[in-house]
């Protein structure tokens, strides 16, 4: 054991962890329940420092993505995280904090000691989380996934974010899980798709012909882009932005000198806006509303966004719709409904998604198509539903919600309970959307709210927005406030006043 002398006992806060370094290795300190511990001090998703995130309940919550570790030994409480912390060996000596630079190893892979086949219908976000939690929590038998594309799971956040803009290539996008995880784990993958599932009989049906049976199963298909069935619409440089096979689609019809038109603005469509303003390209946008994620954000944030865009170049549309896209062989403009023609070099579609679960008619669908589950995300016997897919339910409602993140919260209830486990949804929903390097975080379901009280001003973050009803904070908006919404994240899964959200948050 090689120790270093990184800090004195009185320098690590109570309320957030202490960032260190050994040569070219970061490290967190954290003081939990009087005592000390040091982790690896990048979160494992995307390398945010932990030590700017924030300490609540014996959990240290990360400032980006809200990934969520015990602060007793480092382990995976919350994703989008897929592994738990690296912990280092910690000796006090007197009022100086020594470590050792090497971590402690790490759990081994559970014994193939279990005769049953769990299958994973996708291998999106929700899929990976899954087959990982599964091993995890001690699963030793067969994991299979199916999944429509030939790689590996991957982040498709970057897509619309990063991709789009230039900032990071198609071939960049990185993978939720390397080869190495898959082969070590004996997680299996499979190309292909299921074309119909039979639950009774426990068997599922691929395009191939073959039949595959399993023990248990969980469908994690996600959602697919809403199509636009406009005339015109089949040009070849007419785009949905779902997999990086679009994005790269996308990016070599795209050039800087080139105009885009964008129909629709949702949180991708609008991603996608900043993304190619950021290209270079001519952007306009079609949207439907007047102020853009007023229904999420609230419209002081949401013309805040608005305004940042336009500022930027990107030119707004409200009060007509596309009715055709003209082209001969390639798109040529947008024909709005006064008779507008805007001329367009490629159009890109953001008008939502629907769930994926064509597959699936066998079993009871909800009217938008998507499957019911129950709290611990089970559709039936042997059978679980996550992600885009689910309507689960969420302060005693029926909801389906499109986030990234939520879907492999589900993910981890869905392994837990594929064992044995009586795990439900008792998260606090989480996303964050990316607009000219501004991210946007949010956190809550609020569909109503009759208060609303902001820290700083939306147009010149930062600034954190509360959403309060019936005097409970129900959701938060902020951007540039990453510490203040980790506390939340964790203080948000029990009933928060508004007045003590309040008290919380000023300081940070």
């Known amino acids: 054991m090689s120790l270093h002398r990184v800090a004195r006992v009185a ?23 009087g005592q000390l511990r040091a982790f690896q ?37 919350e ?23 090497q971590p402690l190893p790490d759990p081994h892979t559970p014994p193939a000691d279990d005769p049953r086949t769990f299958v994973i219908v996708g291998a999106g976000a929700a899929g990976t989380a899954c087959a990982a939690a599964l091993r995890e929590k001690g699963f030793g038998g067969r994991i299979l996934m199916i999944d429509r594309e030939p790689a590996a799971g991957y982040d498709r956040t970057v897509l619309s974010k990063f991709v789009l803009a230039g900032e990071m290539s198609p071939q960049e996008t990185p993978a939720l899980r390397d080869e190495t995880f898959y082969s070590e784990q004996r997680i299996e993958r499979q190309h292909g798709e299921v074309v119909s599932l039979d639950a009774t009989a426990k068997t599922l049906h691929l395009d191939d012909g073959q039949t595959l049976s399993y023990d248990a199963a969980v469908l994690a298909t996600g959602g697919e882009p809403n199509p636009l069935k406009l005339p015109g619409a089949d040009l070849p440089q007419v785009f949905l932005l779902r997999s990086k096979a679009q994005a790269e689609q996308i990016m070599k019809a795209a050039s800087p000198d080139q105009r885009a038109v964008i129909i629709g603005d949702s949180f991708i469509a609008l991603e996608c806006a900043s993304a190619l303003r950021q290209h270079g390209l001519d952007v306009t946008v ?108 969420l302060n005693g409602l029926p909801q389906r919600i499109e986030h990234w993140r939520l879907a492999q919260q589900h993910a981890r209830i869905a392994a837990a309970n594929m064992l044995g486990g009586e795990e439900h949804y008792l998260d606090v929903p989480f996303f964050w959307t990316w607009h000219f390097g501004k991210n946007y975080d949010y956190l809550g379901h609020a569909e109503h709210w009759d208060e609303v009280e902001f820290l700083g001003e939306p147009e010149h973050p930062p600034f954190i927005g509360l959403f309060g009803r019936n005097g409970v904070l129900v959701a938060a908006v902020a951007c540039e406030k990453e510490r203040a919404m980790a506390l939340l994240a964790e203080r948000m899964k029990q009933p928060l006043p508004m007045e003590e959200a309040r008290t919380l948050i000023i300081p940070l």
């Open 79 to 101: 994703p989008p995280a897929l592994d738990s912390l690296k912990r280092y060996p910690l000796e006090l000596r007197g009022e100086e904090v020594w470590v050792d630079d």
């Open 286 to 393: 079609l949207a439907r509303h007047d102020i853009p994620f007023a229904a999420q954000f609230g419209e002081a944030v949401g013309k805040a966004i608005r305004a940042l865009h336009e500022g930027k170049g990107v030119k707004f549309i409200t009060d007509h719709q596309a009715t055709e896209i003209i082209g001969d062989g390639k798109v040529e403009a947008v024909l709005l409904d006064n008779g507008l023609r805007l001329s367009a070099d490629l159009v890109l579609a953001g008008v939502g998604v629907h769930p994926a679960t064509q597959a699936f008619a066998s079993l009871p669908r909800e009217e938008d198509q998507s499957l019911r589950v129950d709290d611990g995300m089970r559709v039936s016997e042997g059978l679980w539903a996550i992600g885009d897919i689910a309507t689960f339910t």
């Open 41 to 77: 001090g990048e979160c494992p998703h995307a390398g945010a420092p932990l030590a700017e995130g924030a300490l609540c309940h014996g959990r240290l919550i990360c400032p980006w993505h809200k990934a969520a570790f015990r602060a007793e030994d480092g382990a995976l409480c």
């Open 11 to 33: 320098d690590v806060p109570e309320d957030r962890g202490l960032q260190v370094e050994i040569a070219d290795c970061k490290i967190v300190l954290l003081r939990t329940g």
